[in-house]
């Protein structure tokens, strides 16, 4: 079975500053998918950056990116020039390739950006 | 991106009374749904997996007689709370993954229903 950690239930960062949320998880499989979701206060749950385990670029999505060292089984998402619009539930989320496989969720971890 | 729409966003019923929840893809052809429960700020609990025109998947622990779940076709997808229960009040999101390359090997989520029961 999968598992999948995050050990920052929450955190805070000064508007414009950098923060990083930490995500590790576990495996025996070798391909897999890694996923940051962001859930606002408005429940909606968004995908903000995903990552192919047999890729060894760190993803990037504008001011989004990870930190995924394979060996660790640690996935972490740095987020700069913080926004107040950023502020929201992160989760992190793991999945095995191929099929209906489902989503594991780690257990959040609740961001606010303070002005 | 991909867009789902659940609908409705809130409803409060008696006890006893079933609800029914509605998830369907707008612009693009889902192969498969999903149903979560998300408890007061926990993380998101994989209830059942559902693949058009078959019969859903569901987790261990979770009734299947209670929560129905009809993936009809490639775009709708209902989940049906049978003889709700105060214990059943919680918050129910669904998602899609489909075949087109947009939303391959990607989950799209919609606004997720938030369910009272009296």
């Known amino acids: 079975a999968q598992t999948v950690t995050q050990s920052q239930p929450e955190m805070s960062v000064q508007e414009a500053e950098t923060v990083t949320l930490s995500c590790t998880y576990d495996t025996s499989e070798n391909n897999y998918y890694l996923f940051w979701y962001k859930q606002p206060p408005s429940r909606q749950m968004i995908l903000v950056i995903r990552q192919e385990a047999y890729k060894q670029q760190n993803a990037t999505e504008n001011r989004f990116s990870v930190n995924f060292q394979k060996a660790a089984k640690s996935f972490s998402l740095k987020i700069s020039d913080s926004q107040l619009g950023d502020t929201a539930m992160y989760f992190c989320?793991?999945?095995?390739?191929?099929?209906?496989?489902?989503?594991?969720f780690g257990t959040g971890t609740k961001l606010q950006v303070i002005p | 991106g991909a867009v789902v729409s659940q609908h409705p966003s809130r409803v409060i019923c008696k006890s006893g009374t079933s609800v029914k929840i509605e998830c369907r893809s707008l612009?693009?052809?889902?192969?498969?749904m999903f149903w979560y429960r998300q408890f007061p700020k926990k993380s998101l609990m994989l209830m059942a997996t559902s693949n058009e025109g078959s019969k859903a998947t569901y987790e261990q622990g979770v009734e299947k007689d209670k929560f129905l779940i009809n993936h009809a076709s490639l775009t709708l997808s209902t989940l049906t709370v049978t003889s709700a229960h105060p214990e059943d009040s919680s918050f129910y999101i669904c998602?899609?993954?489909?075949?087109?390359?947009?939303?391959?090997?990607?989950?799209?989520f919609g606004a997720g229903t938030r369910l009272s029961v009296l």
């Open positions: 998602s899609a993954k489909g075949l087109a390359d947009l939303a391959k090997n990607i989950q799209y």
């Open positions: 612009d693009f052809q889902a192969t498969t």
């Open positions: 989320a793991f999945r095995i390739s191929g099929g209906y496989q489902k989503v594991t």
